[in-house]
């Protein structure tokens, strides 16, 4: 029988109530789902990249199909060696349409054997990014409803 694997990649920096519904939906659909954090990116992070592990693991452990690994460099070779069928991405908005679009027919190039699937959060989460996340944990506001408790407590810590 035929067995799919799909990666879900980002820089989950941190995760949010967004990325989980995302993972929720990804995990019912594929039998197997790798959430894969880039390790290499050029923007300053906020968590190092072990933290966000360990958030994305203890937010992850109810789907026992659910891994969390980390990658450098190129998506599809990581999606090669890992021998997965599916690339998940969430499209928010029209805004991500364009970029995904792009990613999506690049990493085609790359490896055609490789389908990169798109799913749609809860319209509540259409708004929410890490980046929104960061920017108002920095400033005081509540993240409450947009990230999981223990990702709050850690912005807390984080920014005072
Ligand atoms: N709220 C959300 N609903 C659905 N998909 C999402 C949501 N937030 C992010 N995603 C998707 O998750 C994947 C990984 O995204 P990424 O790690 O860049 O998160 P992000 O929230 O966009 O972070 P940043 O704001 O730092 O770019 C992308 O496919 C992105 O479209
Ligand atoms: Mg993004």
Do not use: C
């Not at 894969?36 to 992070?45: G, R």
């Not at 190092?48 to 203890?58: F, G, S």
């Not at 499209?91 to 699937?117: C, F, G, H, W």
């Amino acid at each position: 029988m035929k067995s799919i694997l799909a990666i879900y990649p980002g820089s989950f920096d941190p995760v949010t109530n967004g990325h989980l519904d995302l993972i929720e939906r990804g995990a019912k659909i594929f039998d197997r789902l790798i959430v894969a954090v880039l390790q290499n990116l050029e923007k300053e992070p906020l968590f190092a990249v072990p933290e966000r592990l360990e958030m994305l693991r203890e937010v992850t452990r109810k789907w026992p199909n659910v891994e969390i690994d980390v990658f450098n460099g190129l998506l599809m070779d990581y999606a090669r060696q890992r021998k997965a069928q599916v690339i998940l991405r969430g499209i928010r908005a029209i805004s991500d349409y364009e970029y995904e679009l792009q990613m999506a027919l690049m990493n085609r190039k790359l490896e055609p054997n490789i389908e990169t699937v798109f799913m749609m959060p809860a319209e509540t989460y259409s708004y929410l990014s890490s980046r929104l996340v960061r920017e108002i944990a920095r400033l005081g506001g509540s993240v409450r409803d947009l990230v999981p408790s223990i990702v709050e407590e850690r912005l807390r810590t984080k920014v005072h």
